[in-house]
C-alpha cells in the first residue's frame, strides 16, 4: 500500500516537472485542449449543426479520425509482438512505450466516439445492467473491444512499470500469457472497426471482405510510423536510448505493410473500375469526381503520392539509414495514411447516398478545431505517459530513491 | 519534439488551407435554389387576411376543393399548401361528404361507410341545364333528333362551356356527347340501359367502357380513397371525374391520365451544396 | 371526424395509471424522485457523459420542464418500461409538450392490434412527382422545418428518373472509348437507369414528358439492417410491422444511417425547429411526437393513425392515388389485392431486407 502510494506520488511528480520545451509543449496542447471543451460544448447545446456533417453524409471527420486511431492503437502491437514473440533485444527494452501509445490512441478513439454522437449524454444506454448492450450491433462489439484493449494495455503496460519501479521481477506466469491475448486483441480491435464500415450492405464502398485486412495493413504501416517519429523524438530530447535495432525493425514492418497497403488499393481500384458498375460510385467520386463534384480528388491523390513516395524513399538506403531523413518517409506514410482511411475511405462510403443523391462534404471550422483539440488531447496524454515510463526505464523514479528532475 | 511539431503543424496547416478554400467558394455563392424566397411572403399574407376562408383544391385543380376551418383547437380540418394551394393534410377526411349510394359490387359495406364528395355542388350551371336550354321546348325536343353521324352541332353556348366540343378527346372522335350525358334529362348522366345516373356516381358511367379500371377501383387498386384504410372501415372514395377530366381525360397531346400542375417545393439543399445543378450533369462527363 | 384525432386525457383504456393521476402530487416532480433514487442505486452508471447531460439539463431556467427533461434522462428503454412506467412517461410528455406548444397534446401509446401486419404499395407508374405526400408528411408528423440547412427535415425523397432517348446522331459517338473499349454511341442513355437522377428538380408543372418519378421513404423491412446495428436497440420492429425509434434512448451513433440501403433515417442535427401553430397536437409515442436534438428519426406509416386504422397521411393526400395502405394479413385489403393481381418489386430485393413498401404498375 505504501508502496502504490509512493509510486503515484513519485510518478506524478516526475511528469509533472520539466524543462521551458516541456511546459511550452504542454501549454500549446492545453490551449487546443480548452478549444475541445469548447466546441463539446457547442456540439452538446446547439447540435451537430455546427459541423459539416448532414443526413445524407452523416459520419466525417470524427468517424474518420476513430478509424484511423484505432489503427494506430493497434499499430503498438508492431512493438510488443517482437518483443515478446521473437525475444527482439532492442524491442524489449521499449515495448512499454508501445504500450503507452495503445492506450492514448485508444483514449482519442473513446474521445472521439464522444465525439460523433448525437446524444454523448445517453452513452450509459450501451452499458448494462441499466443500459442495454447488443451483440448484434457492431458498434457493441467495437465499444468492447476497445475497452478490452484499454484495459489489457493499462495493466500491462503499468504492471510492467510498477516492477521495474519496485526493482522486483516481473511475474511471467501470468503476464506473458496476458501479453500475448493483448496481441491477439490488437488485431480484433481493428478488424471489428473495420466489420463496422464493412458490413453495411448499403454501402457499396465499403462493403468488401477485404476491409478488414486493409485496415491492418494500414494501421501496421501508420503506427509503426508514429511510433518511430515518436523515438525519435524520444532519442533527441531524453537521456533514454531507444536501440537503432528496435528503429530499424520498425521501419521494415512500416515499409512492408505500407506495400501491402498500397497494393490493396490498386486492387480496389482495378476490381472496381474494370467494370465500373454503379457499386463503383464511391470510389470513382473519390478518384475523379462524380456529376462534376469533386471535393475529395485533391485528398485522393495527395494521399497516393505520399503513400507511394514514403514507399520509395523507404527503399532508398539514404532514407532508411540516416535517422534525421527517415522523418521524412514516416511522417508521409503516417499522413497518406490518416488521408486514405478518413477522407478516402469514410468520407466516399456517403457519396453517393444509399439512392443516388451526390452532395459534398466540407467540414466546418470547429469540426477541424475538435479533432484538433482531440490529437492535442491525446498527445497530452501521450507526453506524460511516456514521460513517466521513461523516467521509470531510466530508472529516476525508483521506489526509495529520490525522484530525481527530468530533463 | 521540435520536428514532430512541426510536422503536425504542417498536416494541420495543409487540413485548413483546403478547408478554408473550400469555405470560400461555399460562401462566394449565394444560396440560390435554396429557400423559396415566397415563403415570408405568404405568410404575411396570411397574417393580414385572417378572415378570408382558405380553400385549397384536392385531386386536380378545378375539380373538388375543400374550406379550412377549424374542428378542434389547434386542429384545422385541411391544411392547405402556401405554394400551390392543394390540400396537403387532411385532419377530417369526411369532409362535406355524403353516402355513396348503391354500387354494384359494394353491396357489402355496411351502411355509410362508403361515403363521397357531391360532385353536383361543383358543377355551378347543372341546376339550368334542365331549364334553361335542354327543357324539353323547341324543334329538336321531343322526340329529340340526333344528327346521323354523331357530331356535336357547334352551339356558342355549350362551346362556351365545353371548349373542344367540335373535336372531342375523349374517346378520339369514336365517342360524343350523348354516350355519357342522358339525352332528356340533360342534369344526369346515362348507364347501358339508357336509364339516368347521377353526376356524383360517374363510376357507374365510366365502367360501362373502362371495366377494368372501374373492377381496380372498387378493389381500392386504382384511384383514392381516405379515412380508414382496414376493408371495413369508413372510407371517403374519390369519384372518376375528381381526378380525370372527363371530356378530355388524356390531357391532349400529352396523353397521360391526369393534367399537370405545379410541383411543391424542392427539399432543403444539405449544408455545403450551393445548388443542385450537378444532378442535371451525367455522373460521369463523356 | 374519427375519435382518436381529439387529442384526450385518457384514449388508451388498457392504461388506466395514466388516467388516475393524483391530482394533489405533480406527476412530473414524483417522477423525478423516484428515477433520482433509481438512478443513485446504480452508480456505478454515473459516467462522465450523464453529468455533461444533467449539468446543461439543469441550467435550463424553465423549472417544470426541466423536471420533465430531467425525469425523460432516466427513463428506460420503451419496450421495457412496465405498463406503469409507461403511462408516467406519457403523462409526463403530455404535459411538457401541452406547455411547450400551448395546446392539448395526447401522446398515444397503443400497441399492435392482434391479425395486423402493415402493407404498403405505390403504383410507380401513377407518380406525378408533385411532391405533395412529402409535405403531407412534414405536416402529420412534425419534422423540423427551420431555414438552415439542416433544419428541414423530410421523411419522403421523390426521384425524378430520365426517360431516356435513343439517337441517330449519338451512334457514332464514344466508340471507341478510353483503351479503345467498345463502349455504343447510346450507352450513357439513362432510360431504365434505376436511383439515379434528380432530387431537387423544380419544374413550373409535373409531370414532365422526359421523366419518371419514384418516391423512396422507410420501406419498413422485415428483416432490416438498421435494426440489427443498433448499439442500444433502441430501433425495432414493431409487431404490427413498422420499424421505430424510441427517441429518448437513441444515442445518435448514426449507426443505423449507414446501414440504411433505402436511405430512409434522418438525423436531428440541431434541436427540430417546429412554430406552435404547425405543430401537430396527435401524436404516439414511438411516432410523431416532437424529437429532440442529436437522435435519428423515419417514417413509421403514421403509426399515430395507422394504429387506429386511419390511413397515412402520405396516402391521404396523393393526388392520383398511387399510394395504397392496407393489413396484408387481410385478404381483402387493397395492398393484398395488388400483390394478388398486380406485378410488384422490391427495391433493392438483393439485399434481402423484405421490404413491406411493394412498388407496382398497371
Redesign the interface.
Known sequence: MHQLISFTSDYTRYVLKGGTKFYAWMGSLSVLILAMFYVFYLQ??????VTG????I??GLYLANLVFLVGVAAGAVTIVFPAYVYHHEGMHKVAVLGEMLAISAVIMVMVFV?A????????????P??????F?????WD?MVLNGYLVLNAICGFYYLWCKYTGNPVNRKWFIPLVYVAIAWALSIHTVTAF??A?????PMWFHSMMPIRFIATAFAAGPALIILIFLVIRKNTSFWVDDSAIKLLTTIVQFCLGIAIFLTLSEVVVELYART?HANGLYYLMFGLHGLTGLVPWFWSSVVLMVGAFVMLFMPSFRNDFNKLQIPCAMAFAGIWIEKGMGLIVP?YIP?????VTEYHPSFVEWLLTLGIWAFGFFILTILLKGAIGILLGEVKYGGQAAAAK | MKKLAIYTMALALCGSAIYAVSAAQTAAAPAQ???PPAEPAQEAAKEAAPKEPLVCF???KGASEITQKE?????PNV?C?PTTG?????????DGTVPMGKMPGLENIPEGHAVIKPRSEKLALMPMCGTACHNGVGPNANPPTLPKDKRAKPNPTMEAMVPDLANLQHGRGRVWCMDCHHLTQRNKLVDNFGDPVSFDQPQLLCGKCHGDKLR?WR?????????????T??KRW?TCTE?HNPHNVQDGE?N?G?V??????????????KD?KH??L???P? | ??TQ???KACPAAEHPPACTAPASADPAASATKTTRRDFLK?GG?L?L??L???A?LMAQTDDAHAAAEWAE?FQ??YR?MTDAEKAEARTRLEKRYSAEY???VSVDTTGPQPGMLMGYALNIR?C?????C???CV??NNQSRG????????WI?V?RMERGKFEQEKMNQ?YP?GLGIQVGGNA?T?AGAV?????????????E?DATYMP?ACMQCEKP?CV???????TYREADGPVVIDYN???????C???????A???????PVLPK?E?N??THYLGNRPRM????EKCHWCLQR?RH???P?C???????AR????LL?P???VS??LA??NVFRLKAE?NTFPKFFYFY?
Open positions: 452538446n447545446t446547439d447540435g451537430l449543426i456533417m448532414t443526413s445524407q452523416s459520419d464522444f460523433h454522437m448525437g446524444r454523448p449524454d445517453r452513452l450509459w444506454h450501451m452499458i445492467p441499466r443500459g442495454i448492450y447488443s448484434s450491433s457492431m458498434l457493441g465499444v463496422l464500415m458490413n453495411n450492405p448499403a454501402r454503379e462510403g447516398s444509399p439512392i443516388g443523391e | 435554389e435554396a429557400a384536392e385531386s386536380r374542428i378542434k383547437p389547434g386542429l391544411k399548401s392543394a390540400a396537403l393534410w387532411y385532419g377530417d377526411p369526411y381496380d378493389d381500392g387498386i386504382h384511384g383514392k380513397r381516405i379515412g380508414e384504410f382496414v376493408s372501415g369508413k374519390f381526378c400529352r397521360r391526369f399537370q400542375l405545379q410541383p411543391e417545393p424542392s427539399p432543403q439543399l444539405p449544408r455545403g451544396m443542385a444532378e442535371k451525367h455522373p460521369i463523356h | 371526424m374519427t384525432e381529439t387529442p446504480a452508471m459516467s457523459s450523464s455533461m447531460g444533467t446543461a434522462h428506460k428503454n421495457l400551448g395546446k392539448p401513377k406525378i412527382g408533385c411532391r405533395r412529402v409535405h403531407a405536416e402529420e431555414p438552415r440547412p439542416g433544419e428541414k427535415i423530410e425523397q426521384l464514344g472509348e450513357y439513362p436511383l439515379e437522377g434528380q432530387y431537387h428538380y423544380n419544374p413550373e408543372k409535373v409531370p414528358a423512396i439492417p440489427k446495428v443498433c448499439p442500444v436497440r433502441t434512448w437513441c444515442i445518435g451513433c448514426k449507426m444511417m449507414n446501414a440504411c440501403p433505402y436511405w433515417r434522418r438525423f436531428n442535427l440541431t434541436t401553430e405543430m397536437p396527435v436534438r442529436g437522435v435519428v395507422t386504422g386511419r390511413y397521411a396516402v391521404e393526400v396523393c393526388p392520383v392515388g395504397k395502405f392496407g393489413n387481410d381483402e385489403s387493397e389485392l395488388i393481381r398486380k439485399l398497371d
